[in-house]
DNA sequence: CGACTGATTGAACCAGCTCAACTCATGTGG
DNA sequence: CCACATGAGTTGAGCTGGTTCAATCAGTCG
């Protein structure tokens, strides 16, 4: 098990045998979902070449803010954090990342910390390849820059629910985006994996521990929804969506 | 003066004569803090040949949530603010755009709304003949998706402000924020322009209009900024910076 | 001059915070 | 196998900063 971030971080970097050659892009699970959707089988060969397979523990860092950024990522497995921690020292988790999703998108330095929450798979690319690529592949330009979109929508989404607020409005729409988020992976569900902390929640919502660890259990017991290990179970979930809008 | 949002939009569209042909791309103020900036003066005459100028009062609409996206625009003076509409009718301000920022990055819709603080002009470009350009100049494309990444950056650095926190420090790190962008565009100065109203600080930090007042008033008695039409000075901005970090 | 919009100010209230105790599951080492 | 340490989560009591609601003030524009 590593314990230190710097040692974290090394084996990402490659220095630890875990990283292993990228192979079979064209047999990925998340493929469709990410910005590799767009390249046709023979760019996908050249594409995966550039790359290298990265698994992780729980817990441990895949980026941190103010890094030179030496790669960009694509999660293949597992469940990521990604924050920020302000002057003040208030961490503020500004989203997660699921399967198919892109980490790192091409800045000099990361500008957020992204770290697994629990056992996770990536695809790492260096950057000066990736780069390297995206310019022989303008499409894929648009397809990064549609991901990046795609983050500003959901960061405003966000915002939206941090501001002031009930507990209980924050908390229900954070299930059914967690439940949309997930159903379009694993399909339709009443189960909500919850691979993060209560913390992580609370610092998502801007909400403290405590009241996030309330507020379920207020819902738990108005049998809207039922808590169960790692998750929530949908029980009622109109009542959940008339709450989420109130 | 135009009174529904029906006929502001329609101004934007071109139906008005306010909106004129784009000249002198040259000669243009903030070019050199906008995305134009990549293009060499042979690529600017073309480029300019595809947008028009707009001008628009105060307190009106450039686009709306969930229109068609049938432009993008370029901000050349005045003050544009963006906010979205949640489900249950709070107003969240996810962002100010000023001379020099770019609004409505290409996607088909609009996600979120724009209008305009006070008198504003803008270079409008209608969306597919900015896309068939950007097509032609992929570092156009390049220079667009880092001003995307920046407004990505600004959204996470809003995140910071807008979750739990004494309204002191966010009233402070927003001045100093507001301050370090106007230096930008006009060089250091102690005097910090506000163009918008009240409600939309509350509505961009996540508090209530009478808190910002209140604490606006407070810092103006402890002879930390002095409070000027449209505005405030910076009277002692080593404190402003302290408050800001507590 | 009124009418109106925006800003300021006051008083009472309340949702979530703080702090702290407690439970529970997990893992560790003797 | 148990005793113990550890970390996450739950729960309680009291506090407080910001909200709410409402009144007042100050420009601005017909």
Redesign the interface.
Known sequence: MLNTFHEQARAVEGGFARAQKLQNCRQCTVRTESVCAVLNSCELVAFEATGQKVSLPPRSSIFMEGEQATAIFNVTSGFVRIH?V???G?C?V?GFAMPGDFLG???QHY??SADTAVATTLCRFPRPAFLAFVREH?HL??S??DS??H???R??D???L????LAN?KIAAFLLAMNRRWARLRGDSDLIALPMRRQDIGDYL???IATVSRTLQRMSRQQVIRIVRQGVQILDRERLERL???
Request: glycine letters at 8%; zero cysteines; hydrophobic letters at 50%.
């Open positions: 920020r302000s002057a003040n208030r503020q500004v998108l091409p800045a500008n957020v303008p330009l648009a990064v820059h990046a979109m983050a500003l929508h960061a405003h966000q915002m939206l941090l501001g002031p607020g409005v801007g909400l403290t989420s809008l109130t």
